[in-house]
Structures are given as structure tokens and as C-alpha cells.
């Protein structure tokens, strides 16, 4: 059987650097159906490339939806159209022929772009380095399944530590906000008893450092849970909210210690 | 006090801020729709009714100051967030993809809220200067005043305009004060929203079916 091609035309955005003015350029492919997104954006490249032109710069890693590095917004969705899944995973049969498609990086203050299609989403880091960790002191090694743990907690944990950190939900928000990441970040850990003796001081660090990389605020549009690609639910943002709220008025310290 | 400026000031903060103020106005409005509805029973109850609070007119005054405070901080709160949150992504998308990924409501937030605050500065300064300021005569009425206003088309249709984008803007701001306070809980989400749109649609028809009664009663 043949294989089916589609043809579409793509809008890719072009920057030099990340003080560059961008631009959208045309570029006219024909792929096959099965191959996907990123397959595609690979081919073309190599076109560019056989033609002496520069190629367009994306990124992407394990291509299998679990790493978070891939992230392009294509048609103005992060990930693309189709829910749950990560740009690597979306194929080109969810395209139809003569289709125009519209490709543009996650666009955030905080996300500035290196080059085409590449952010630095390096922010992520900073907010992780600031809390988004338990310390565990050095000694023997505690006895699995010592301490138990109801099995909807676990897998409460587990949801929010599915969070692979891709950027989508910062993309997808109209005020270019983190608060699904960082609340998985911080949820991930706050149902947990390891989590506990951490807990007031991890949201707070993390939420400071959060604004201060220049992310916006939440409005609760929830554009960020619908266009995850691990699904991560805003319930962690109100778990995030109470965390912060009762920290804050609770606690005797006033200053944070670094 | 340094650091409850500081918490405030936070995004989670500015969050709060709107969801406690947004929650007081959220209140305010039911007691200012049960006051009003008076005014379908009659004349004599409406006016009795405005009477009834001009006796304890210190205490309303309090309110009043309250009220304002509450606004206010909603108000500029609201603005603040408006023009960080612009200012946290530079570049727009060229394809802007928020309708399949959120709801009218609580991406215009802003625009109906502008909507809104313009609405209360021609209503203050129409029916609460008409009731608290102007003087009028030991015998006029207030329902008459009512009357009067409502039989200007013009004035009549731009309240159930604003009414309806009132709507609007409640519909969202009741779930998502709830969000924001930390309680989204499995059971309880789904039926908070539906309580929402509910209120909303009671606030919305309930003060826009004022205007339209006495415009129609008056044609
Ligand atoms: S919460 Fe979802 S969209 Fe945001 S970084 Fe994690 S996986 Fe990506
Ligand atoms: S490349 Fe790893 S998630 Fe897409």
C-alpha cells in the first residue's frame, strides 16, 4: 500500500537570537501521514540544509513524551491540537491536506527564545533549585514501605509528579503563568509524609522565586490543565493556594531563610 | 508588617486579594438584589424599605466606607494583575488558541470588570446621589425616582446591558475565588461551579428585570 502524503504549508518562526526581531517564513512540504511532527520538521531541515540554508532550531530529546524537551506551539495550541500528549508524540494524520500550519515557540517573558523555536526554559530550574526537593539526611538505609501510605495519596503524588517540566502550561496561559508547574512541583511532595517537614517553607521559597523570574499571576482560566500533556490537574494549584495562604499566616518566621 | 505587604504583594497573594474582595461584593449583591426587589411589590415598599435604612443612616455610612474599601481594592488589585500579567508575555502569538483551551468568561475578566466599574460610576452617580445627596421634598418618592430614571430608554437598556456582563463576570469570579482559597475538592468542584453559574444567572436577570419592568410599564 502507498503511504498517504499530505501536503501543508507550514509558518515557522525564525529568530536570530533571542534580542532578534522574528518572523513567521513559508515553507510548502509534503509528509507522510504517519510520520509525525517532528519527523516532519526534521525533513525539512534537511531540505534547508541541501539547499545551504540554515536549519530551524527545535528541540527534543527522548521523542516519546516523557522528557518535557520538545514544545512548540502549532496552530496556537502548546503541543498542538490534540490533548495529552507532547509534541513528539502528535503524528501528521491529525492534519488534513492543504492545511496551513502556524509554528511559534512557547512566548513568555521568562521563556526568552534562544533561537527559532528554542526557549530557555531554564527558570524552571531556578524555581526547582529553590525548593522543589526533600532533604534526606545521610545513614542507614530506611526500610521500604517503613512508613505507610494510603494508596490514593501515592497515586495523588504520583499525578503530580507525572509533570515533566515541559513549559506547555506557561505557554498555554494568557498571563504566561507556572503555577500548574510549580504546583505539581510543590504537590508532589505536600501529600507525602516525606514531604511534611518541608512543606510550608518549600511553597513559599518556590513561589517567591516563581515571581521573581517575571512569570504572570493566575487568573483560573485553567487553559494550562486542558493543554498538559500529562494532564496535571489545577486542583494542585488549590492545594498550592492553601498551602501558601495558611504558610504564610501561620508560621512565626517572617523572614525566609535562603 | 513587612511581610504581610510582602505576601499580599505576591502573585498568589494578589489572588487572594481578589478572591476575598470578589467574594464580600459577591455577598454585598445579594443583600442589594433582596433590597430592590422590593420595588415589584410596590411603591409603599420600596419607599418604606429606603426609609428603613435612612433611619440607621450611620450605620449604612460605616457599611458604605466599607463597601468602597472593598471595591477599590478589587479594583486596583484587578488593574495591577491586568497589566502584569500583559507585560509577563512581550511577544503575542500570531495564532491565538484560548478558545480551545479556556472559557469567555474567565479570559475577559478585565473587559467586563472595566464594564462594570464604569457602570458603577454612572449608577452612583445617578441613583445614590438621587437617594443620598439631592434634596427633594419631604413628600417625593424613591420609587417615583426609580421610575423616572427607568423610563429613559437609553438609561433602561444600558443597565440590562451591564447587568448581563455583570453576569458574565460573576460566573467566573465565584468558582475561581473558590479555586484560589484551595477548596477544588472532587465532590464539591463540579456543584461550586453550577452554584456559580446559578448565582450569576439570578444576579443578572434579577437586577436587569428591574430596568425592563419599568420601561415596559411605562410604554
Ligand atoms: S504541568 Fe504539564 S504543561 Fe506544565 S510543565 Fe508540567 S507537564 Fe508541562
Ligand atoms: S522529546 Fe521528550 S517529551 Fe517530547
Request: proline share 3%; net charge neutral.
Amino acid at each position: 500500500m502507498a503511504e498517504k502524503m499530505i501536503n501543508l504549508k507550514l509558518k515557522v518562526w525564525r529568530q536570530n537570537g533571542p534580542k532578534a526581531v522574528g518572523a513567521f517564513e513559508d515553507h510548502d512540504v509534503s509528509v507522510s501521514a504517519d510520520s509525525s511532527f517532528l519527523e516532519m520538521l526534521d525533513e525539512l531541515n534537511d531540505s534547508l540544509e541541501r539547499n545551504g540554508k540554515d536549519p530551524v532550531v527545535f528541540e527534543s530529546d527522548c521523542r516519546e513524551g516523557i522528557c518535557g524537551t520538545c514544545g512548540l506551539v502549532i496552530n496556537g495550541q502548546p503541543h498542538g491540537p490534540i490533548p495529552k500528549i507532547a509534541t513528539c508524540q502528535l503524528h501528521m494524520r491529525h492534519f488534513t491536506e492543504g492545511q496551513t500550519i502556524w509554528i511559534e515557540p512557547f512566548r513568555a517573558k521568562a521563556f526568552p527564545v534562544l533561537k527559532d523555536l528554542a526557549v530557555d526554559r531554564s527558570a524552571f530550574d531556578t524555581i526547582m533549585h529553590a525548593g522543589g526537593y526533600v532533604s534526606v539526611n545521610t545513614g542507614g538505609v530506611p526500610d521500604a514501605n517503613a512508613i505507610a501510605i494510603p494508596k490514593d495519596v501515592a497515586a495523588e503524588a504520583f499525578d503530580a509528579a507525572a509533570c515533566i517540566g515541559c513549559g506547555a502550561c506557561v505557554a498555554a496561559c494568557k498571563n504566561a503563568s507556572a503555577m500548574l508547574f510549580v504546583s505539581a512541583k510543590v504537590s508532589q511532595f505536600a501529600v507525602l509524609p516525606q514531604g511534611q517537614p518541608e512543606r510550608y517553607t518549600r511553597v513559599q521559597k518556590m513561589v517567591k522565586v516563581m515571581d521573581e523570574l517575571g512569570f504572570g499571576s493566575c487568573t483560573n482560566t485553567y487553559a494550562c490543565e486542558a493543554e498538559c500533556p500529562k494532564g496535571i490537574s489545577v486542583k494542585n494549584i488549590a492545594r498550592m493556594n492553601k498551602d501558601y495562604i495558611k504558610a504564610k499566616v501561620k508560621t512565626e518566621k517572617i523572614e525566609l531563610e535562603a | 508588617m513587612g511581610w504581610l505587604s510582602e505576601s499580599l504583594n505576591s502573585s498568589i497573594g494578589k489572588k487572594f486579594i481578589m478572591a476575598l474582595t470578589g467574594i464580600s461584593l459577591i455577598l454585598f449583591l445579594i443583600v442589594h438584589l433582596a433590597g430592590n426587589l422590593t420595588l415589584f411589590i410596590g411603591e409603599e415598599a420600596f419607599n418604606l424599605y429606603v426609609e428603613s435604612l435612612d433611619k440607621i443612616k450611620p450605620f449604612i455610612r460605616v457599611i458604605e466606607v466599607v463597601l468602597a474599601a472593598i471595591f477599590i481594592f478589587h479594583i486596583v488589585n484587578g488593574i495591577k494583575l491586568y497589566f502584569e500579567n500583559r507585560g509577563a508575555r512581550p511577544e503575542k502569538y500570531a495564532v491565538n488558541g484560548s478558545r480551545k483551551n479556556s472559557t469567555l468568561f474567565s479570559r475577559t475578566m478585565a473587559q467586563t470588570g472595566s464594564i462594570i466599574f464604569i457602570f458603577l460610576v454612572i449608577h452612583l452617580s445617578t441613583f445614590w446621589k438621587a437617594f443620598n445627596l439631592d434634596t427633594h421634598a419631604a413628600d417625593a418618592s424613591y420609587y417615583n425616582i426609580v421610575l423616572e430614571w427607568f423610563q429613559i430608554e437609553w438609561y433602561a437598556v444600558l443597565y440590562v446591558i451591564c447587568m448581563i456582563i455583570l453576569g458574565f463576570h460573576l460566573n467566573h469570579g465565584f468558582q475561581s475565588a473558590f479555586q484560589t482559597f484551595g477548596w477544588n475538592h472532587n465532590k464539591y468542584a463540579s456543584l461550586i461551579k453550577k452554584i456559580g453559574t446559578g448565582y450569576a444567572v439570578i444576579m443578572a436577570v434579577g437586577f436587569a428585570s428591574i430596568p425592563i419592568y419599568f420601561l415596559l410599564g411605562g410604554m
